[in-house]
């Protein structure tokens, strides 16, 4: 059995993440914690540790988006499945987070690109691949080989909500991108609105999750190693009480074919 780390680290970087947005990790050494650890302990001195160490610990503020995460439906809207209220990621049933998968390669595709449904068929056409429910679908883009540089953020291509709905109408509810987000980066879409004056291009792959609950990780990594099909994936997010997503640590699992 081979597994592969799907995974982005959280990290003191500003390039995973747009101006603004990113983690701060702040690291107190085993030096640094002798002190708070003797709280616990006043009868002890420092010199009766070994090494007069204390524990390695950090503290990190954070949004739910920042590293490789799931969004839950109620990220992308209000209302999910024509109307009913969103489900947060501790509604999500666990159930979505394991599945066979599929990857999808879209690296070809050039920056601010939005997939549409004839191209998303394509593709599966082209791997042979009859899309069933429960199955996950990872899209590679062009994204992933410009991660941690300031190109990251704007590359690569996005879902759009055809697209997206072609994916959920045969079942798929969970998906994922290497990309910032399953949009076309903001740069392009923006440009987009701004010579058409349609607002409905804004986050259309997020809100095709409107017309049918979904979820969707973002900030994938090392979807090149993987086949187009023939491994399972497991995703499952930190249970945060009523949030819009999850951190995750989504694991591809090729299992030897002789087991």
């Not at 409905?200 to 990780?217: F, K, P, Q, T």
């Not at 900030?219 to 399972?232: H, I, R, S």
């Not at 997010?237 to 030897?256: E, F, L, N, Q, T």
Request: net charge negative.
């Amino acid at each position: 059995m081979q597994l592969i780390d799907l995974s982005r680290p959280l990290e003191n970087t500003e390039f995973a993440d747009p101006p603004g947005l990113a983690p701060k990790i702040t690291y107190f050494s085993h030096a640094e914690t002798a002190d708070q650890m003797l709280q616990f302990f006043p009868s002890v001195q420092a010199d009766q540790l070994p090494g007069g160490e204390g524990w390695a610990v950090e503290q990190i503020t954070l949004s739910t988006h920042n590293g490789t995460h799931l969004d839950a439906p109620y990220h992308f809207h209000s209302t999910m499945n024509g109307g009913e209220r969103a489900i947060t990621i501790d509604e999500v049933p666990l159930e979505w987070c394991i599945g066979r998968g599929v990857k999808l390669d879209f690296r070809h595709f050039p920056d601010g690109h939005v997939v549409t449904a004839t191209e998303m068929a394509a593709e599966f056409d082209r791997i042979g691949h009859d899309l069933s429910p429960g199955d996950i679908v990872l899209v590679n883009t062009a994204a992933a080989e410009k991660y941690g540089t300031p190109e990251y953020v704007p590359t690569g291509c996005g879902i759009g909500r055809a697209a997206t709905n072609w994916l959920t109408e045969r079942g798929m509810r969970v998906c994922g991108t290497d990309a910032w987000s399953w949009d076309a980066p903001f740069i392009h879409t923006a440009k987009k609105v701004s010579e058409t004056g349609d607002a409905g291009l804004i986050w259309e792959g997020h809100r095709a999750g409107m017309d049918r609950g979904y979820c969707h990780m973002e900030k994938l990594a090392n979807l090149d190693q993987l086949p187009d099909t023939g491994f399972e994936v497991q995703c499952f997010p930190v249970k945060i009480k009523a949030a819009s997503a999850g951190w995750c640590r989504p694991v591809a699992i090729i299992r030897d074919a002789a087991v």
